[in-house]
């Protein structure tokens, strides 16, 4: 009888995950620099790359279709304002909690001092930008040509062309009907194509991450093993500390079951580094497997994968400090409470794309006057923490979607504390 149980997508995708790690470990260690060049080039890169630009298929058409059917859904336009200004407030607060918890921990365990490394032996040229004008952020929400705006894919304006377009179908009545039905009917063949397209999820996440190990093997990790570490601590923090007393005092629910179940999406933003591509799945799992509504789920998923970048703002947090003691400079209180305000700032907007965090980084340290060439020191692990942090901007964004969803008295306790092992992701495909 047991032979007979299927094994869940979930369970395939972590024994990919180990299998992967393994495999990059050897070829690193044992193939030549030709060899490992070449299975990139006719493996794993196509693999990988397949993978990722199917999930990102979906993500402007889907977060366009079901942010409108969330919108019209919730019908009172008074509401909506209520979820939106809550979960803006929320992202924020833990976004600056977040920096905060990072450089607590960095200066406690001091990680650029006894390191021995030295900035000026880096000689990466390294991409620069001004931190944004608050005003300008505004502005620039608003889109002038929102079919621009969903063929560059900049979330914000989408989410903002989205809104607007919800909450018009509301105000049309019966009128609208008929329209938001043909949209749903979109989302709903959307999601489905999101199972067809986590079958191949264990073999993506393989590719992905035997690539990054092949190249970046243990030699890169060696020398900035105390700030990978910092990092690493730091995100387990906010992520089960904070999160789960999130969930426990505003969610009201228990946060053990909310990681049980949502673990899966933390693997597929494990090996996809991205924020945005996880949109799809994590939309799913809150809506179908932790009981949040849809309405809600539709709002904060794409919203904070672009607004909300705890992972990468713990980061930011650790590389300052770290930087800083590299070069022999104590930061000030009034600096450190600049670096909380800029990295808050500059997370509205950011892409939720692999390497985002670096450009935002530029903009902290010239904040605070560090040189930037420490930027190019820790680009050598930064793939790697990349990895870790989007799982800790994922999993906020879902468990904002719960205590959200939880306020407004719209959760389904009874899916959120269903104890039945959960199923495939894809397992809805007949």
């Known amino acids: 009888m047991g032979s007979n149980k299927k094994m869940s997508l979930a369970v395939k995708i972590l024994i990919a995950l180990g299998i992967g790690v393994v495999f990059g ?9 030709g060899i490992n060049e070449g299975i990139n080039k006719w ?3 196509p693999l990988g790359d397949v993978f990722l630009r199917s999930i990102k298929m979906l993500v402007v058409p889907l ?3 079901s942010l409108i059917c969330g919108v019209a859904s919730i019908g009172d336009i008074k509401k909506l304002g ?4 809550k979960t803006i407030v929320y992202y924020l607060f833990t976004t600056a909690l977040a920096i905060a918890l990072a450089m607590t921990v960095a200066n406690i365990i001091k990680p650029g001092l006894g390191t021995g490394l030295k900035m ?3 000689k990466q040229v390294v991409e620069t930008t001004k931190p944004p004008f608050i005003m300008d952020m505004f502005v620039n929400m608003v889109p002038t040509n929102p079919i621009e705006a969903m063929v560059k894919g900049d979330m914000l304006q989408i989410i903002v062309f989205a809104i607007l377009f919800g909450m018009c179908i509301t105000l049309l009545g019966k009128k609208g009907e008929i329209l938001l039905d043909i949209i749903s009917q979109v989302n709903e063949v959307l999601l489905k194509m999101i199972g067809v397209i986590m079958i191949a999820a264990p073999i993506g996440v393989f590719a992905l991450i035997s690539k990054v190990i092949i190249f970046q093997g243990v030699g890169a990790l060696l020398p900035l093993l105390k700030y990978f570490m910092t990092v690493i601590l730091a995100l387990f923090l906010q992520i089960f500390l904070v999160y789960g007393i999130a969930l426990k005092i505003l969610g009201r629910v228990n946060p053990i079951r909310f990681f049980k179940k949502f673990w899966p999406v933390m693997l597929v933003a494990f090996s996809t580094s991205s924020s945005n591509a996880t949109i799809p799945v994590s939309l799913e799992a809150c809506e179908e497997r932790l009981g949040a509504s849809k309405s809600v789920a539709s709002f904060t998923i794409p919203l904070g994968a672009t607004v909300n970048m705890d992972g990468t703002a713990i980061m930011q947090g650790v590389a300052t400090i ?3 003691q590299l070069v022999g400079v104590d930061l000030t209180m009034y600096q450190m409470l600049m670096v909380v305000l800029t990295a808050t700032l500059a997370s509205v907007g950011t892409a939720g794309v692999p390497g985002a965090g670096i450009v935002m980084l530029s903009m902290v340290l010239q904040q605070v006057g560090l040189p930037l060439e420490g930027i190019a020191l820790i680009l050598s ?3 790697l923490l990349d990895m870790l942090r989007t799982v800790v901007n994922v999993a906020g964004d879902a468990a904002a979607t ?4 939880n306020s407004e008295g719209e959760l389904n306790l009874d899916i959120y504390n269903d104890k039945v092992v959960i199923e495939e992701l894809g397992s809805e495909i007949a």
Not at 25 to 33: G, P, Q, R
Not at 82 to 85: A, K, L, P, Q, T
Not at 402 to 405: A, C, E
């Open 82 to 85: 209520r979820v939106g200004i």
């Open 322 to 324: 770290f930087i800083a």
């Open 120 to 122: 000026a032996a880096s």
């Open 402 to 405: 719960i205590i959200m969803s």
């Open 63 to 65: 977060v366009l279709c």
């Open 381 to 383: 692990v930064d793939r």
């Open 43 to 45: 493996i794993l890169s």
């Open 25 to 33: 470990v050897v070829a690193n260690l044992t193939f030549s620099t």
